[in-house]
């Protein structure tokens, strides 16, 4: 695991079309910034459990912070696999590990980011995961430009356009 120290920047987002996305996290230290690709379920679940460590804490400030804009060229560092979040109570920071899948040869990071770091990106974070294809409203599936093949209707693409 490598220390980056604390972040001056940390940013959850996606890049891409709606239902061609690719999610990220990006952490901005003094020295580097780094990528790291997820996938949509995790990222709706460190968000999860981001706002659950910030209610924890006390945090009140919430939703006061402006989140960070991921910044391209958006060249991965690794996939990530695990992920930590945890409290420093002497510091008030917060911890952030982000390991990598398995069969990568990267290795994880460790950072921290002020409690109103982290409810920026995961306001933004969780704004990414809903921003996506609007839903069939006959079945919820997710709804592509062109129409989707419903089941209710056995695959009939009639009136099933976004």
């Known amino acids: 695991m490598r220390d980056l120290g604390t972040s001056e920047a940390f940013a959850i987002g996606a ?5 061609d996305r690719v999610f990220l996290f990006q952490v901005i230290t003094q020295d580097e910034a780094l990528t790291i690709v997820a996938e949509k379920f995790q990222i709706a ?12 804490i006390g945090f009140l400030d919430a939703g006061a912070a402006i989140a960070v804009e991921l ?9 990530v696999g695990d992920m ?5 109570e002497q510091t008030g920071l917060i911890v952030v590990e982000l390991e990598p899948a398995q069969g990568s040869d990267a290795v994880g990071i460790e950072f921290t980011v002020t409690p109103a770091q982290l409810d920026a990106a995961v306001a933004h974070g969780a704004d990414a995961v809903e921003g996506g294809r609007p839903k069939c409203p006959r079945c919820g599936l997710a709804m592509d430009p062109e129409g989707h093949p419903c089941p209710s209707t ?8 976004p």
């Open 71 to 79: 910044e391209g060229p958006f060249e991965p560092d690794f996939r």
């Open 15 to 19: 890049v891409g079309q709606p239902g």
């Open 84 to 88: 930590v979040l945890n409290y420093r």
């Open 45 to 56: 679940a460190f968000c999860l459990r981001g706002r659950e460590l910030l209610a924890e």
């Open 154 to 161: 056995n695959g009939n693409l009639r009136g099933h356009r």
